[in-house]
T-cell receptor, first 116, second 111 residues
């Protein structure tokens, strides 16, 4: 299992600003995933972050808008840049997953972002 | 593009009733998982199915993976208020180690 801590848990931001979300895991993991969950909806994968390489982004998400860092095997950050109200969402960090591991995804409690 | 469609989207039932949630796709997945999410928390894994046609039971919950590994179902027997939550299926994209989540089913069980 893995315990994931995210900061901040919630924030209210002004349009045009940027916010960096931190994700700390209690064990070393190869892959970390960033998801977005808009109010009342399901999870959408933003990108996969591997240590030592650039993040891989899903269709509809770009590095300029969502830059990701992965400096070591226990930590990652996601920045939401030049925010607009449409970016209001819960951002979730996740580890595990896929045939490489046990298959279970572990999630942080999420970072609830409101953009005014 | 959402690859996994769940139905129904919303479900409100009385305690003791049975229900089935469906997760359908036109894509093949290496494995499929079901999660439950409660407000303010991340999703928590209920089960993973890997083999086409596989059936797994977890107390009152029965999960089935379609023969072609494109769809799945979750059946709950004698639902209880504690079953209330958002149910999400998630398919592992072949060869990627990445999971794509379904559209979600919000279940409310009334006492």
């Amino acid at each position: 299992s893995a315990v994931i801590s995210q900061k901040p848990s919630r924030d209210i931001c002004q349009r045009g600003t940027s916010l960096t979300i931190q994700c700390q895991v209690d064990s070393q993991v190869t892959m970390m995933f960033w998801y977005r969950q808009q109010p009342g909806q399901s999870l959408t994968l933003i990108a996969t972050a591997n240590q030592g390489s650039e993040a891989t982004y899903e269709s509809g998400f770009v590095i300029d808008k969502f830059p990701i860092s992965r400096p070591n095997l226990t930590f990652s950050t996601l920045t939401v840049s030049n925010m607009s109200p449409e970016d209001s969402s819960i951002y979730l960090c996740s580890v595990g997953g896929g045939s490489e591991n046990t298959g279970e995804l572990f999630f942080g409690e999420g970072s609830r972002l409101t953009v005014l | 593009t959402q690859l996994l469609e769940q139905s129904p989207q919303f479900l409100s039932i009385q305690e003791g009733e049975n229900l089935t949630v469906y997760c359908n796709s036109s894509s093949v997945f290496s494995s499929l998982q079901w999660y439950r999410q409660e407000p303010g928390e991340g999703p928590v894994l209920l089960v993973t199915v890997v083999t086409g046609g596989e059936v797994k039971k977890l107390k009152r919950l029965t999960f089935q993976f379609g023969d072609a590994r494109k769809d799945s179902s979750l059946h709950i027997t004698a639902a209880q208020p504690g079953d209330t939550g958002l149910y999400l299926c998630a398919g592992e994209k072949v060869g990627t180690y990445k999971y794509i989540f379904g559209t979600g089913t919000r279940l409310k069980v009334l006492a």
